[in-house]
């Protein structure tokens, strides 16, 4: 599934439209972050996880999807299973979000 873009407006739509939902929380000034998106890219077309959607939010400019999940540090990961937070956590471990992305399955 291709990575959708999401903000504070199109954030619970999405939550609803979608059963399984992982969320990478970055902001512009984040090394980490943007070391990270190219993984987070390459695992959004990995067909094993062809059924979740993968959003991108930047944390920043958009208080309440992060409020949503609780975000302390970036990047924040999150998953969401029709529409309820099971589990967030601040990492850059490649390992942790595919953990936490297979927890869905």
Do not use: H
Not at 13 to 42: H, I, M
Not at 74 to 81: C, E, G, I, T, W
């Amino acid at each position: 599934m291709a990575l959708i873009q999401a903000n504070d407006s199109t954030f619970n739509e999405l939550l609803t439209q979608n059963d399984k939902v992982v969320v990478k929380y970055y902001a512009d000034w984040c090394g980490s972050c943007k070391l990270f998106a190219p993984k987070f890219r390459r695992l959004s077309d990995e067909d094993r996880f062809n059924k979740v959607a993968f959003l991108d939010i930047n944390a920043e400019q958009n208080p309440e999807a992060r409020k949503i999940a609780g975000v302390n540090n970036l990047p924040f990961f999150a998953v969401f299973s029709k529409g309820e937070l099971l589990k967030g956590e601040a990492t850059s471990k490649e390992e942790n979000v595919v953990a936490m992305i297979e927890s869905l399955q």
